[in-house]
């Protein structure tokens, strides 16, 4: 299941971060790959899934060489995980992987012709070869059933939390028993249908958790017991969608919980806070770490101590807030939810608030959640992104430390431009805008805080590379009450996914002053400029509907 956004070529940096990692060999040929086929796509894209992040996933180019052949290896965090091939917008599979040597082969000739394309031998060679005949069966089956098939979720989120499973399970079954249709001929590989089933349950779980999210009611027992496979393998694409849609249901209740029980949420126990201190402080004294350690043993022995642990935290106080947050949240993880649950959502604690911090408050926060964390593959995923997320370091540093911004763009690192000022936004846009005739300029507004935004601008260097170089990308954060960030954050974000253009941030007094000339002024809202200077939209196409969004672009520069 191809549901994720390529965006990052990072895996062979990993080889280092995980000396306990098996890898995944993947080696093979394109046979009859003619010299054009090779000049327009001479690599080939492996990618696959961390259970962290459904909008990304981790890739590798293999490169082609003159007589077809590749080699490229991955790292495996799970003992079986789908992997994707994607050769040049051309050909598309999914295959599942595991520690070992898998071969793939397919005709540079039969590429868009062929019923079957991709042959394979190595690990799970069976299941591999036998998944197109899957798919084939599994979409005549679904085409053929308009209840549980073409129109089954048409009526779905309206049915009762009992008819909504009973659907979900009729949906699984029809979908597995493609299985033994594809297989008739054959004998069924036990890998794929155990392939399969995984995706087809958990089809069922994310659905149901989708379902008991918009209809704002408690899973049944069997979903919560359900959580205890987030760590089994196969790692597949629906497994990382069935565990995002979890992390969601579990932000309802963390967030009921806080509103509900205040007092508990906001603090720790004692011997809890005393331990953090003591690992986490600088210039302890002896003295003051031997204290520490008798209230992380035997608690409070009078009133004095909390004063004490008060005036050691005050001294440390920006870093023990990053470790007291996260365990006041993992406090109430422990209260809603059982073990694997509770690790799975420790990890994605940080997966899911990366944007907020530095990189050295990552890597920080990184640390100490691996140390709370007994699941290798949940640690491994963590770290797997974490890296991702600060391998930008010295570009991002450079970006921070900048000082020389001014009211026209300067650029700061190449392709990033920055511009302030404390005119007013209407003055101090036109002034920029000016600045661009001759040029089509995408205009991009955004905050940081907001998650739609983010999801937005995931898509930015993927529509930067199908419109011409010459057009600019105007980025316009828009700061309100509700959501403040540091400068340097701001720019952290912009290095780390790749946000190409001239960057304004504006306060909430400017914003109001560009209601009418942005209008909408809402967040993940895009505007068109032409090169004239004239507006062509106002309310642009967005930067997901990729190929819409470039087309729009390019006939707006040739106005």
């Known amino acids: 299941m191809r549901f994720i956004i390529l965006t990052a070529l990072f895996l062979g940096s990993l080889h280092s971060a995980f000396a306990v990692t098996d890898s995944l060999i993947i080696k093979g040929r394109i046979t009859n790959l003619n010299g054009r086929l090779y000049r327009q796509a001479p690599f080939i894209t492996f990618s696959r899934n961390n259970i962290l992040q459904p909008q990304s996933e981790l890739s590798k180019q293999a490169d082609l060489q003159a007589d077809g052949t590749f080699r490229v290896s991955l790292p495996m965090l799970f003992p079986q995980e789908e992997i994707y091939l994607e050769y040049g917008g051309r050909a598309f599979t999914t295959f599942l992987g595991s520690p070992g040597t898998v071969e793939v082969t397919f005709d540079g000739d039969s590429i868009g012709k062929a019923r079957k394309l991709f042959y394979f031998a190595g690990v799970n060679a069976d299941a591999n070869n036998q998944y197109p005949l899957y798919l084939a069966a599994e979409n005549q089956r679904l085409s053929s059933s308009r209840t549980l098939g073409t129109e089954f979720f048409k009526t779905f989120w309206e049915k009762s939390p009992s ?32 392939w399969i089933k ?83 402080s600088k210039n302890l004294s002896a003295d003051d770490r031997q204290h ?131 005119d007013r936004g209407n003055s101090w846009f036109n002034g920029v805008l000016d600045g661009l005739k001759g040029k089509t300029v995408y205009i991009v507004k955004w905050n940081i805080e907001d998650a739609k935004s983010r999801e937005e601008l995931d898509f930015i260097p993927a529509l930067q590379a199908r419109v011409p170089e010459d057009v600019v990308f105007l980025f316009v954060h828009l700061s309100t009450d509700d959501y403040t960030v540091s400068d340097a954050i701001l720019r952290q974000y912009m290095v780390r996914h790749r946000l190409k253009g001239i960057h304004m941030s504006v306060n909430e007094n400017q914003a109001m002053d560009l209601l009418f000339r942005l209008n909408p002024l809402d967040l993940a809202t895009f505007s068109l400029v032409r090169p004239n200077g004239k507006f062509a939209m106002k309310n642009a196409p967005a930067p997901s509907e990729t190929e819409k969004t470039a087309k729009t672009i390019i006939e707006a520069g040739g106005q």
């Not at 699984?172 to 054959?186: D, I, Y």
């Not at 969608?241 to 906001?266: C, H, M």
């Open 292 to 422: 520490l350690e008798r209230i992380a043993v035997n608690g409070l022995a009078e009133k004095g101590e909390l004063d004490f642990m008060n005036k050691l935290f005050a001294r440390n106080e920006l870093v023990l807030n990053l470790l007291f947050n996260f365990e006041r949240e993992n406090r109430i993880y422990g209260d809603l939810f059982d073990s694997t649950a509770t690790e799975f959502l420790k990890v994605r604690y940080l997966a899911k608030n990366l944007y907020k911090y530095t990189y050295p408050q990552q890597i920080l926060l990184n640390n100490h959640i691996k140390s709370r964390t007994g699941i290798p593959q949940f640690k491994q995923s963590l770290d797997e992104i974490v890296q991702l997320e600060i391998k930008d370091s010295a570009d991002i540093r450079k970006l921070v430390n900048f000082k020389d911004v001014r009211t026209a763009p300067v650029e700061a690192l190449p392709g990033y431009f920055l511009t302030a000022s404390n």
């Open 163 to 194: 008819d909504a499973r009973f659907a979900a399970e009729g949906r699984g079954e029809l979908r597995l028993g493609s299985v033994k249709a594809a297989t008739q001929n054959t004998v069924a590989s036990p890998i794929l249908y155990n």
């Open 198 to 280: 995984s995706v087809t349950d958990e089809e069922q779980l994310q659905v149901l958790y989708e379902h008991a999210l918009g209809n704002q009611y408690q899973v049944s027992r069997a979903l919560l017991d359900s959580l205890k496979r987030l760590d089994k393998a196969p790692l597949t694409g629906q497994r990382v969608i069935w565990a995002n849609r979890f992390g969601n249901y579990a932000d309802q209740l963390v967030e009921g919980k806080k509103f509900e029980n205040p007092s508990r949420t906001n603090s720790l126990p004692v011997k809890l806070m005393a331990t953090l201190i003591r690992d986490n």
